[in-house]
């Protein structure tokens, strides 16, 4: 299951380091407030559908990929976050 995780943000670390025309990753990357909105829009779209209940997985998996994004275009390392996370366990 975390393999899914590490591969996407293996892509994204791939795709900052050699872009790849046409891609929406690639557009993603390099356009940090359209990254910002995406982010913004998948997060209301994943409270709508859970307030729905329809279409939750779906829109977890929108975020869970723009946020692996969005932390790639602004140089947020996943393992800083969890060094983060696991200092902050009681």
């Known amino acids: 299951m975390l393999s899914v995780l590490e591969e996407l943000f293996k892509l994204a670390r791939e795709r900052k380091k050699n872009p790849i025309e046409g891609s929406y990753t690639n557009k ?10 995406k982010v913004l829009e998948e997060i209301n779209e994943l409270i709508e559908s859970v307030d729905k209940n329809s279409n939750k997985i779906h829109e977890a998996a929108d975020i869970l990929y723009h946020l692996i994004i969005y932390f790639e275009a602004n140089d947020i390392k996943i393992e800083d976050v969890m060094n983060e996370l696991k200092n902050r366990q009681k």
């Open 28 to 37: 993603l990357l390099k356009d940090k407030k359209f990254t910002k909105e």
